[in-house]
């Protein structure tokens, strides 16, 4: 059903007819002054500490009251004009080619790319980039592909010449595709050439060509130019506004005073992950004097409402408030400074966003932004409310709504000011629309006849080999204490797995300073089982700190700080099972975001978790779903059982460029059946990502598993070493890289194998295993591969179902296998 919902402003003005949905035009001063005398509103509040007024449309300025205040220079209007021209005529190109199958020289174009239009938002793009410096940051979000050009043309207006020559120069062959040349150029030259690679580029990312930002990786829903202080777009709806929270917190710890515009929908931020980002920026330990900077988090929540979630209606359908303003402002006890703008008025916008910006800048955020408007086309191409397919019609929107938000086209809105001060004339208006349209044209069609990737490049981006190594980057506010806790040794030099992941986290918070732990009650309550005790008392809360029950939201937020250079150790869930509700930043964010940007962003994250059954805990608790992050491309995963690797691997993994999911075992930190203790060096050491260990060398049989399973695995050896067999047992190690070479090196030599893990067989570690070996040394196999996993079944709770019990002649299996079980398997296979 069609909904025809009234949701406008001021009284409807009459359907525009007259120009079609791309074009703008020129007001009367009378025309014009009807479509922005837009009615103020005031809602009253208070919140504990005095009342407070949640402002709706609350500027009612004019262009050339801004220009003779001072507060907006002329060469600024007009960069402003021209940015959502240039973004109009992007919209254009896309637009023409999906239904026309032309742009331009571009013609019998078949081709399929993103095309979530923004025609009728340019003035919350131009706007809100517009009020922040040039290097303060952005994320976005599917629809961002404006955000992404608008955000490189104005960076590249506040480049100095030397700049804006490098830029040209470091792009060879771009440049030499577009005629580029830095040589003998002026700054204006510079500037224009500069633009014209940032639209080139731009729309060749759109393309999947290789000259795109992302080199075609991306598209136009992963669009970034990290040199331009863009953290990208993402096309998880709402999905970097946790990393946004991230970037601001680094500011914090960097004192740089930088902003972040966390942009997304009005359908983003009626997101459970948005309020999730709002709950963490909002802490009051950011404030309260708990840590010793008091800055609070210097984010803008951006919120462009379009009135459509795709389909659903934010008024009158979705949510029972008229603006969403109304359902943030309980986050904090400023409302978070919200305030709705008329995002159709791009000075509106400007003034919203600018005074935002400075109420972040001055350590006063988190800061809450509604631009309040529409777009003019469906949520894609595919949404075709004018049938301009000929394949449809209206679908949820009534044609009457959208021709009626037409007469507040952004553009038409401020070019007519433009006209009406005398600082350009209609013709001239006209001149600049064809100028732009033939430059984008020119530049679209370079942008097609240029190269897609090379298959070549097919894993280019996929993961970094950086570290952290060697010197590190000083952080001078940040002091380290003296008093740094020290784990006594036995004789033997042994100290167990909890302390020797301790012991690597303190010594890598003393090296680099940008390390940071967070989480659920690591602080003074150490954590669950004690994994994080001691390291608050050296460190106090600046550098371990609390957070709430936020799986999704400390990935996303540890992901947003990693983007910037931070290391962040997010300990995204202290069981994995809970880590179900943080795989989407972790997965979808942390782990693509390399891949997607083309391999501009680097994300040096770990995310600590923890598994494992035989506590009863059922469930919810006991679960051991490391296959599960493993087959993530992206991610590295380590998954350490003995003291000696837990320290060594925690280390490699915090210096890594790379996100580490970095998964702990409950009965290893309690040693519960096992004794992780081993000799640990004091001084710091890695121990290689992706390589397995030969504990026990044999030749007649490679028992293979990792964690907590060793040692039930190194029990069964030893009942095999009784009757005479030499078993070799391999500990992983690592799940991602997967050390294949060593399992098949074994393999060679024995034969026959075994895997065991304490997750469930179906899809388990041990199926991949298998699989490789049949694949690539089968012919070295003698007997089938033995699997000895835990049962097909929730993880129970009563200790008859969950461990297996009785002597071997009487055996009841429970849901984990042990030792018995892992040397019954070997022993089939070695007696056939």
């Not at 991230?246 to 972040?260: A, E, I, M, Q």
Request: aromatic share 8%; proline share 4%; charged share 25%.
């Amino acid at each position: 059903m069609v909904k025809k919902f009234n949701v406008f402003p001021k009284e409807p003005l009459g359907p525009e007819t007259s120009v079609g949905l791309l074009e703008a035009k020129i007001y009367s001063k009378e025309e014009l002054e009807k479509r922005l005398n837009i009615p103020s509103e005031t809602y009253h509040y208070d919140l504990g500490n005095g009342p407070k007024e949640l402002h709706i449309f609350k500027y009612d300025g004019r262009l050339g009251e801004e220009i003779r205040s001072g507060r907006l220079a002329k060469e600024k209007a007009f960069d402003m004009l021209e940015a959502m021209m240039l973004g109009r005529e992007l919209e254009r190109m896309s637009f023409e080619i999906k239904y026309n199958k032309k742009y331009g020289d571009v013609k019998n174009v078949d081709i399929s790319f993103p095309t979530h239009l923004a025609i009728g938002m340019e003035a919350m793009t131009v706007g809100s980039i517009f009020a922040i410096e040039p290097d303060d940051y952005i994320t976005s979000t599917h629809r961002g592909h404006i955000d992404a050009l608008v955000k490189g043309y104005r960076f590249i207006k506040s480049m100095s010449d030397d700049g804006l020559a490098k830029l040209i120069e470091e792009n060879k062959d771009i440049a030499s595709r577009l005629g580029l040349s830095a040589n003998g150029k002026v700054r204006e030259q510079l500037i224009e050439q500069a633009i014209d690679v940032d639209i080139y580029r731009t729309i060749a990312e759109l393309f999947g060509k290789r000259d795109g930002f992302c080199k075609g990786k991306g598209g136009g829903m992963h669009l970034a130019w990290v040199g331009a202080y863009n953290l990208g777009n993402n096309a998880i709806v709402a999905g970097l506004v946790g990393e946004g929270v991230g970037s601001s917190l680094t500011s914090r710890y960097l004192k740089d005073k930088k902003v972040t515009l966390a942009i997304a929908g009005d359908g983003g931020y009626l997101n459970e992950y948005v309020y999730g980002a709002m709950n963490l920026a909002t802490m009051a330990q950011l404030k309260n004097g708990l840590q010793s900077i008091t800055d609070g988090a210097s984010v803008v929540f951006t919120c462009y409402n379009n009135q459509y979630a795709m389909g659903s209606q934010q008024r009158h359908e979705v949510t029972d408030v008229r603006y969403i303003a109304q359902k943030v402002i309980g986050w904090d006890r400023n409302g978070m400074h919200a305030e709705v703008a008329f995002g159709m008025d791009v000075l509106a916008v400007l003034d919203a966003m600018k005074r935002g910006a400075e109420i972040a800048r001055s350590g006063e955020g988190p800061v809450f932004r509604e631009l309040w408007g529409t777009r003019f086309l469906g949520h894609s191409l595919s949404d075709d409310p004018f049938n301009l397919s000929g394949k449809g019609g209206e679908t949820c929107r009534a044609k009457e709504e959208i021709l009626e938000w037409k007469n507040y086209d952004p553009i038409s809105l401020f070019a007519s000011q433009m006209v009406l001060e005398g600082l350009m004339t209609v013709d001239e208006f006209k001149e600049k629309q064809k100028s732009i349209g033939g430059r984008v044209q020119r530049l679209a069609k370079l942008a097609w006849d240029s190269q897609y990737p090379d298959v070549s490049e097919m894993y280019d981006g996929l993961y970094t080999n950086t570290t952290s190594d060697g010197k590190v980057p000083d952080v001078p506010h940040i002091i380290i204490p003296q008093n740094i806790v020290r784990f006594e040794r036995d004789e033997h030099g042994r100290i167990d797995y909890n302390k020797a992941i301790r012991e690597a986290i303190i010594q890598e918070m003393v090296r680099d300073k940008r390390v940071v732990v967070f989480g659920e009650d690591l602080a003074e309550y150490g954590g669950a089982f004690g994994e994080t005790e001691g390291i608050h008392k050296t460190f106090g809360f600046d550098r371990i700190f609390n957070t709430s029950l936020n799986e999704a939201n400390i990935a996303g937020v540890a992901t947003g700080m990693a983007l910037r250079g931070m290391r962040p150790i997010a300990k995204a869930s202290m069981y994995i099972d809970f880590l179900t509700q943080a795989l989407d930043q972790i997965a979808n964010h942390a782990a693509k975001l390399p891949y997607m940007s083309g391999g501009q962003l680097k994300v040096p994250v770990v995310f600590w978790t923890d598994m494992g059954g035989g506590m009863g805990y059922a469930g919810q608790h006991s679960q051991n779903l490391e296959a599960m992050v493993a087959m993530f491309p992206g991610l590295k995963v380590v998954i350490p059982a003995t003291a000696r690797d837990a320290k060594g691997l925690m280390t490699a993994a915090i210096r890594d460029g790379n996100p580490i999911v970095f998964i702990g075992h409950q009965n290893l930190y309690r040693n519960i059946n096992c004794d992780t203790k081993s000799a640990v060096p004091e001084e710091p050491y890695k121990v290689e990502i992706g390589k397995a260990n030969i504990v026990k060398e044999g030749k007649d049989v490679t028992l293979i598993s990792y964690s907590w399973m060793l040692y039930p695995t190194l029990k069964a050896a030893e009942m095999l070493e009784n009757e005479g067999y030499k078993p070799e047992v391999i500990d992983l190690r690592s799940l991602s890289p997967l050390d294949m070479e060593t399992i098949g090196n074994s393999v060679i030599k024995t034969g026959k194998v075994v895997i065991a893990h304490q997750a469930i067989e179906f899809l388990g570690m041990g199926a991949e295993i298998a699989a490789q070996l049949s694949d690539k040394y089968f012919s070295y196999l003698d007997a089938p591969i033995k699997r000895v996993c835990a049962l097909f079944c929730v993880p129970p709770c009563a200790a008859t179902l969950e461990k297996s019990y009785g002597k071997p002649d009487n055996r009841k299996r429970g849901f984990i296998p042990g030792d018995y079980e892992i040397y019954k398997a070997a022993k089939e296979i070695l007696t056939k």
